[in-house]
């Protein structure tokens, strides 16, 4: 089993940048694919991106492809999530999680999550 912590989340102004990170202990995290997900208040839970085991394969929702980037560090047993060019559209609770598939993985079938990290983009 896997636990998951995201942080970095906040307050930033419209065009700003934030990083996230998802620190992962119990097990390794190179075992999973991994993902970023988003809800905000009265919507369903959405995929944002997902990166695979080695860090070779990423896919992006359409609605941050250009301005969001998924990273890993295997060594550090650490996800990231670089957010530029931010919008009050984006505030949402930004949730890690962690997929035994050895592919990207765009749907919410994935086998651990974080407690989520808040992110508001003020206008």
């Known amino acids: 089993q896997v636990q998951l912590v995201e942080s970095g989340g906040g307050l930033v102004q419209a065009g700003g940048s934030l990083r996230l990170s998802c620190a992962a202990s119990?097990?390794?995290?190179?075992?999973?694919?991994m993902g970023w997900f988003r809800q905000a208040p009265g919507k369903e839970r959405e995929f944002v991106t997902t990166i695979n085991r080695s860090g070779g394969s990423t896919e992006y929702a359409d609605s941050v492809k250009g301005r969001f980037t998924i990273s890993r560090d295997n060594a550090k047993n650490t996800v990231y999530l670089q957010m530029n060019s931010l919008k009050p559209e984006d505030t949402a609770v930004y949730y890690c999680?962690?997929?035994?598939?050895?592919?990207?993985?765009?749907?919410?079938?994935?086998?651990?999550w974080g407690q989520g990290t808040q992110v508001t983009v003020s206008s």
């Open positions: 999680a962690a997929s035994r598939a050895p592919w990207v993985v765009t749907t919410n079938e994935y086998d651990y």
């Open positions: 119990g097990r390794t995290l190179s075992r999973y694919t």
